[in-house]
């Protein structure tokens, strides 16, 4: 399997419910690979970002409000996907599991949390590490929304064991291992994370990005910061982030749904 993530740097849920629909999302009768069960559901349909994206890549506004619609879930079995007509062979085993059935049922974290660690549940017993570390940071971003610093904090903690437990990591997806670190407050781990990507003397952009993590490291600063922060875009023009963003689309969930459909 492909890795799912977009490397921008280059360029500079009470119960198993669908999200609401959202700009550029189409409702349509879906039949569950899981279960077989039929619901409505809306295919999202991403609309291009035009702020600059977090240095985990989350995407600026207007695509960054839209998270409730990036995945559907079945009402009968929960089954968690971008497209839950389409299932890897091992999703079946693991929606029928008690940890799934556990997480879907979690009232204790924020309803779209849980849709998100479902997903991340079934990648990871795919075997798709890196896709599941994806999910798990997704439901970090959705404890940062909630207000929910603490889980937001293991969340990102949990990505990273993912993403490092998967296939080697390239320069760009080290940035966010760093970014996540420090969010999570590991500042040794993210520092130590961080001076080695510099010593390997990345590209120029990924460069200018582990600087400014290297500085908020140093400074324990855990909070939110864009990546315009340490690529400024140039007047009058998107962030080129963005635009590399735009051209993919929903790359992250293309090179999944390519997934589920072997």
């Known amino acids: 399997m492909s890795r799912p993530t977009p490397g921008p740097f280059h360029a500079a849920r009470s119960g198993p419910q669908p999200g609401p629909r959202a700009a550029g999302a189409r409702a349509a009768e879906v039949r569950c690979a899981v279960c077989g069960t039929e619901s409505r559901q809306s295919r999202f349909r991403p609309v291009p970002p035009e702020g600059a994206p977090d240095l985990d890549l989350r995407p600026g506004e207007p695509l960054r409000s839209t998270m409730a619609s990036w995945l559907q879930q079945c009402p009968h079995c929960g089954y968690v996907a971008p497209e839950i007509a389409h299932a890897h062979p091992a999703a079946i ?22 849709r998100f660690l479902a997903y991340a549940y079934v990648l990871e017993e795919s075997g798709a590490l890196h896709a ?13 929304d909630a207000r929910k610093p603490d889980l937001a ?23 966010r ?81 390519g997934f589920w459909r072997r």
Request: charged letters at 25%.
């Open 132 to 144: 599941a570390a994806e999910a798990t940071l997704q439901a970090a971003w959705a404890a940062d």
């Open 177 to 257: 291992v760093v970014d996540a670190l420090r969010r999570a407050e590991a500042f040794e781990d993210a520092g130590a994370t961080a001076d080695q990507l510099a010593a390997s003397h990345p590209p120029d952009a990924v460069a200018g990005v582990i600087e400014l993590e290297q500085r908020l490291i140093a400074l324990r600063d855990a909070g939110r910061h864009t990546v315009a922060s340490a690529l400024p875009p140039p007047a009058r023009r998107p962030h080129a982030t963005q635009a590399s963003i735009a051209r993919r689309g929903g790359g992250l969930w293309e090179r999944l749904r």
């Open 153 to 175: 904090r293991a969340w990102r903690g949990e990505a990273v064991a993912l993403w490092r437990a998967g296939p080697p990591l390239d320069s760009e997806q080290t940035v």
């Open 93 to 114: 085993e693991a929606v029928g599991t008690a940890p799934f059935r556990a997480l879907i049922a979690d009232a204790s974290h924020p309803t779209l949390a849980r």
